[in-house]
């Protein structure tokens, strides 16, 4: 971002140490530690939604201050690539996860964000907002046939993937974020959208959200591995 909002970094700062707690507690459910049901724990369910909604808002917000969302765009599809890889030799293989979704969600902003800024200000939180409420539904509750649909939204019974964002419902919340992006540009130079702090290590973590994304989880499920294999 050309110009840092430091609450901004310390929410998404928050949000990454919250995704590495819970990957280390999905890691120690693959090494059989924790039972597989407890992804269905409501309090971790609620914490992975949070995580996922807040990464995908907050990179709507970011396209509002980048140089170039094309370029995001284009480095986090790579960085999402490696990823989606990596779950393959894990054997936990990822199908259109958050960094893909990401990716594509910017460089379509870069081309085509002039014309969602054209939806009034007040229309907008609520048009997204209840485009991604009806889309959700639809998604989660609609199977069909034709396997290959799934980035859309669309899944085939029996699909299966450890981390799936698909395009819609979340094109809507990434625009919401986009909409509120541009409320915070609107705003006064020393309102608190723009003022408001956060603690320096939130924030540092916050800056280096990719970085930590492709780092934590080989060291955790390797400091995972190294447990298990020395107390088989």
Excluded at 48 to 65: C, D, K
Excluded at 90 to 104: M, V
Excluded at 186 to 207: Q, V, Y
């Amino acid at each position: 971002m050309s110009e840092r909002v430091r609450w901004l970094d310390g929410w998404r700062g928050l949000v990454c140490w919250l995704m590495v707690g819970y990957h280390l507690f999905f890691d120690c459910i693959l090494f059989g530690w924790v039972p597989a049901a407890a992804t269905q724990w409501p309090a971790v369910f609620a914490t992975q939604r949070f995580i996922a909604l807040s990464f995908i808002f907050l990179s709507g917000v970011s396209s509002r201050f980048t140089r170039s969302n094309l370029r995001r765009g284009l480095v986090t599809a790579v960085a999402g690539v490696i990823v989606v890889l990596a779950s393959y030799v894990a054997d936990a293989p990822i199908r259109f996860g958050i960094l893909q979704f990401l990716g594509c969600a910017m460089a379509l902003y870069h081309f085509a964000g002039k014309y969602a800024r054209r939806v009034p200000d007040k229309l907008a939180p609520w048009l997204w907002g209840g485009l991604y409420l009806v889309t959700r539904v639809i998604s989660y509750t609609t199977f069909i046939n034709v396997p290959w649909l799934y980035w859309l939204g669309l899944r085939a019974r029996g699909f299966v993937s450890f981390d799936w964002v698909p395009f819609f419902p979340n094109i809507f919340m990434f625009l919401l974020g986009a909409w509120f992006g541009g409320r915070i540009l609107a705003s006064p130079p020393d309102s608190r959208l723009r003022t408001a702090g956060a603690p320096k290590w939130l924030a540092w973590t916050g800056e280096r959200t990719l970085a930590v994304y492709l780092i934590h989880q080989p060291v955790l499920y390797g400091l995972c591995w190294a447990v298990y294999r020395l107390s088989a």
